[in-house]
């Protein structure tokens, strides 16, 4: 009794009604507390139903297909729900069952920032490769529509060119599908506007015969084949991925049997060319198509201002200053995992490199997307005598 009770003793009646007093006011901020946290978790949620209806009709009624970006601004700007987490709002529209099935999957980030920006700074240079759609079982697909379409973006602006090919993919297949591009490029930007200077394609066959090659120097423009990779030209097979995603929300209020890509297509691309830039996560007011030669400086200021590793990254680094893995003359093998989207069905239990040796001729240093110093490679392949470069992960020894 001694310590405590003296302590009691000395304590005034009113002064321990106020102790008393407090403590229960505490006990009331808490449970206020918790139902105001109940109530704003039901607006919230309230506010998320509103949100996802409007993504809805921007789908239906506008056939704009909205990306996670352009919800979250919306939520922010239109309707000022300030209280949504960009998290929430993922979350919300992963479950909008015109983006359920279509949203991108990942296993978890692999190298990230460690990569070499793709730096260009000038207007139409493309890159180009062939995408395909599934066949499905609710309709058939005619034989015009099942060799695909050709699809090219820039590489600065993200303006995007698709054209459905028609029967077998030969030369003058792809010759006219090139042609309408550049119809599409004129219609977009006019007879004064930039042109076309470059093209980059995978080393398909017909795109690298004599009669498509004479097309582009017959247009001066400089054609690029990615060497060596089954898989290379990841500026246009990124682009497949966004426009089979938009395509696919467009399509899902529709019957399965109208579910037909190729009716679909146009609609999808002036998506894609309506929706502002967005590079490295960060969100532009320019829209591909308001990219031009006389925006071309403008949209530049705001490109270095905004994502700066774009203009770093046009300076090389002198390769003596870094330590690298592998030196000059080291044989090496390139893994499967670099040439992901090609490899699809191979199992790496039992294969993780490729049968190609290279032996490496120039190591070269560069700045990464975090600022870091990238370490790649200058390799000749021993049995084509081609060249190619290669990151360093992308590598193993040999012998």
């Known amino acids: 009794m001694g310590g405590r009770e003296g302590e009691f003793r000395g304590v005034s009646c009113c002064t321990m009604a106020r102790r008393v007093g407090r403590f229960g006011e505490a006990v009331d901020a ?9 109530k704003n978790r039901g607006e919230d949620e309230k506010r998320l139903v509103e949100l996802m209806d409007w993504v809805t009709r921007q789908i239906d009624q506008a056939g704009r297909v909205p990306r996670l970006s352009d919800v979250v601004e919306q939520a922010g700007k239109g309707f000022k729900f300030d209280s ?74 993200r303006f995007v060119y698709v054209v459905v ?26 007879s004064d506007g930039h042109k076309i200077v470059s093209i ?42 966004f426009l089979r995603t938009t395509m696919a929300r467009l399509m899902v209020s529709k019957p399965p049997s109208q579910r ?24 532009f007011d320019w829209t591909p198509a308001d990219v031009n030669k006389r925006t071309l400086a403008a949209f530049m200021r705001d490109l ?6 774009f203009y770093f990254a046009q300076f090389e680094i002198a ?28 199992k790496r239990s039992q294969k993780n490199l490729k049968d190609d040796r290279f ?20 390799c000749v392949n021993l049995r084509t005598g081609r060249r190619e470069v290669f990151d360093e992960w992308d590598l193993a020894l040999s012998f």
């Not at 709002?89 to 983006?99: E, V, W």
């Not at 993919?169 to 550049?182: D, I, K, S």
């Not at 270095?304 to 590793?309: G, M």
């Open 165 to 190: 090919l028609r029967g077998n993919r030969t030369a003058a297949e792809m010759e006219r599908a090139f042609g309408v591009v550049l119809q599409q490029h004129k219609a977009a930007f006019g």
């Open 260 to 283: 037909k890509w190729w009716q679909f297509i146009d609609e999808a691309v002036r998506s894609l060319n309506s929706l502002p830039i967005e590079i490295d996560g960060q969100r």
């Open 359 to 378: 032996r490496i001729e120039e190591t070269v240093s560069y700045v990464a997307r975090n600022f870091s110093v990238g370490r790649a490679y200058k």
């Open 30 to 38: 808490v449970a206020h507390g918790r139902e105001r946290k109940k």
């Open 304 to 309: 270095y201002r905004k994502v700066p590793v």
């Open 84 to 157: 949504l987490s960009r998290r929430a709002i993922s979350a919300a529209l992963r479950r909008h069952p015109y983006y359920h099935m279509s949203s991108h999957q990942m296993k978890g980030p692999r190298r990230v920032g460690r990569y070499r920006p793709i730096v260009c700074n000038q207007l139409g240079v493309l890159h180009a490769d062939i995408g395909f759609f599934p066949k499905e079982r609710e309709f058939e697909t005619p034989q015009t529509f099942q060799s695909g379409f050709l699809i090219a973006k820039d590489v600065l602006s």
């Open 319 to 346: 390769p003596q200053l870094v330590k690298f893995k592998y030196s000059v003359g080291s044989v090496v093998r390139p893994k499967l995992l670099a040439t992901s989207s090609a490899q699809i069905g191979i």
């Open 200 to 241: 980059s394609f995978d080393q398909e066959r017909s795109v690298m015969s004599h009669r498509v090659q004479s097309f582009f120097r017959k247009n001066f423009i400089s054609f690029h084949g990615f060497e060596w990779s089954d898989s290379k030209s990841k500026v246009a097979e990124n682009v497949i991925r």
